[in-house]
């Protein structure tokens, strides 16, 4: 029997170059307003539109554009430009009332590649190490002109981002002591993956992840502690059992616009705080086996490093085993009659099997399915589960590794909303790479899972297209991974 897994969902129009427009003012009081966004392609306009003229009265807002390939480096080619230079309300001859700066990297602090009025910038290029180009906008009360319109792309650059540094969650640094770190990082990587909660303002700037596993329950608490205490660090904890792909919410997380020491600990009852903050935050209850990843985000480039000091009591304490599976991703999603439970590891160790197990109100779980896991694997591997009995309302799974050696890790649930008022199929279309219809299907109620489980197809990559009887479009593609 042909087995299809569902590994991307395509938005209509998905082939479209996404669109950007300038934030006019900045998340929890700072000049950022809106988190990096790792990209290759776009176009990115004043806070107007296409359309529109830009605002009044921008006080140095930013915003940032990073590659999401590695080797690569982001290019902004502007084809519209017009921004107000008229000298008698600026101040006399070469004044500008309103003005972009476009900076070379991710920090709003890097420097200045353009910053003028009068000419368009043209087309700008990062030569930065991180590849990411930063614009800041500023206009006074006078007159609002029509702004920019600007092409994203990236180029190929010696020196960019290599995409195997732990400034990406996938490449995070396995520690289970206290360890210096040195901060030669060059910025916030090829994923914005910290851009929620206390985060939210600017996400990653020089970012590095580390990830750690609970030996024996307690209270956690940790220290970052600077070599230079001028220099200013944050950080944001996610878990127990948080996937990279699908971090969710930081559980622990300081992003205060203070220097020295930070972390959780120092009395503090707070679990998440901005840039107002102390820089503390509170301890955290572990429990053995949970998995936990750690972001430390540094905001100036020529940070000297620092060292991670655990300060675990109760008993608690770190296991020094390699762990034995990366977790991707681990969704849901209603298709039809059904949910879809799906995982993907990056790699596996002396793994033996996985338990999914659910939960109807996220508490009390009960086991749904084992599968054997693949023991030794470095290429990613995809897991896939269709629960043909969903509750309506809240469906709440939760995915169990086991090893060899009968070892467990559990990893954070996933939630899932089953509604009888989902969208009704009426065709179904599957199309190869190239585009070419090869299988269509119509008629009443259409079932994905039961009208394609039957047919025979070369393995492959596919487009699967459905059509409800509201004339709405949502595109699938499938691989075709094994034949039983």
């Known amino acids: 029997m042909k087995i299809f897994f569902i590994i991307l969902m395509l938005a209509p129009g998905m082939l479209l170059a996404q669109t950007y427009t300038h934030p006019t003012t900045g998340i929890a009081s700072t000049y950022a307003g809106a988190c990096m966004v790792n990209t290759c392609s776009g176009t990115y306009y004043d806070n107007g539109g296409a359309g529109g003229n830009y605002a009044a009265n921008i006080n140095a807002i930013y915003r940032t554009f990073c590659p999401s390939t590695a080797g690569m480096c982001v290019r902004a080619t502007f084809t519209a430009?017009?921004?107000n230079d008229t000298y008698f309300l600026c101040g006399g001859p070469g004044s500008c009332c309103d003005y972009l700066q476009v900076l070379n990297g991710q920090a709003q602090n890097s420097p200045a590649l353009y910053n003028n009025c009068t000419t368009?910038?043209?087309?700008?290029?990062?030569t930065s190490a991180s590849g990411c180009l930063t614009f800041r906008h500023?206009?006074?009360?006078?007159?609002?002109?029509?702004?920019?319109?600007?092409?994203l792309s990236c180029v190929a650059c010696a020196g960019g981002p290599t995409g195997t540094s732990n400034q990406d969650c996938v490449n995070a640094v396995?520690?289970?002591?206290?360890?210096?770190?040195?901060?030669?990082?060059?910025?916030p990587g090829l994923a914005s993956e910290s851009c929620v909660g206390c985060t939210g303002a600017g996400g990653e700037v020089y970012s590095s992840w580390y990830k750690f596993q609970v030996a024996n329950s307690g209270t956690l608490g940790l220290i970052i502690d600077p070599t230079n205490n001028a220099d200013d660090y944050d950080f944001a904890l996610y878990g127990p059992?948080?996937?990279?792909?699908?971090?969710?919410?930081?559980?622990?997380?300081?992003?205060?616009?203070n220097s020295g020491n930070t972390g959780l600990g120092n009395g503090a009852v707070d679990a998440s705080e901005d840039v107002a903050g102390d820089a503390w935050v509170s301890t955290l209850a572990v429990t053995a086996g949970q998995v936990y990843y750690l972001m430390v985000n540094q905001w100036s480039p020529t940070a000297a490093g620092f060292t991670l000091d655990w300060n675990l009591t109760g008993g608690a304490s770190l296991n020094c085993t390699p762990l034995s599976v990366e977790l991707k991703d681990f969704f849901c999603k209603q298709d039809e009659r059904s949910l879809a439970v799906a995982w993907t590891t990056l790699t596996e160790k002396n793994s033996d099997y996985f338990i999914l197990e659910k939960s109807e109100d996220g508490s009390n779980f009960f086991p749904l399915v084992q599968s054997k896991a693949q023991g030794e694997s470095t290429a990613?591997?995809?897991?896939?589960f269709y629960d043909n009995q969903p509750v309506v309302g809240a469906n709440y799974y939760r995915l169990t590794e086991v090893d060899l050696n009968g070892e467990k890790t559990t990893f954070d649930m996933t939630v899932c909303n089953f509604s009888l008022d989902a969208l009704r199929i009426k065709t179904m279309r599957i199309y190869n790479q190239s585009g070419s219809l090869i299988k269509e299907a119509n008629g009443e109620d259409l079932d994905i899972k039961s009208t394609f489980s039957s047919m025979v197809l070369p393995d492959g990559v596919y487009i699967l297209e459905t059509i409800g009887y509201d004339g709405g479009?949502?595109?699938?593609?499938?691989?075709?991974?094994?034949?039983?």
């Open 81 to 83: 430009f017009s921004m």
């Open 120 to 126: 368009s910038p043209g087309t700008i290029t990062s």
């Open 138 to 151: 500023t206009t006074d009360g006078s007159v609002q002109l029509g702004g920019w319109a600007a092409t």
């Open 174 to 187: 396995q520690i289970c002591a206290d360890s210096p770190f040195s901060s030669t990082v060059s910025g």
């Open 241 to 257: 059992g948080a996937a990279c792909g699908a971090l969710g919410s930081p559980i622990r997380c300081s992003y205060a616009a």
């Open 380 to 384: 990613p591997t995809d897991y896939f």
């Open 473 to 484: 479009v949502e595109r699938i593609k499938l691989v075709q991974l094994m034949q039983q």
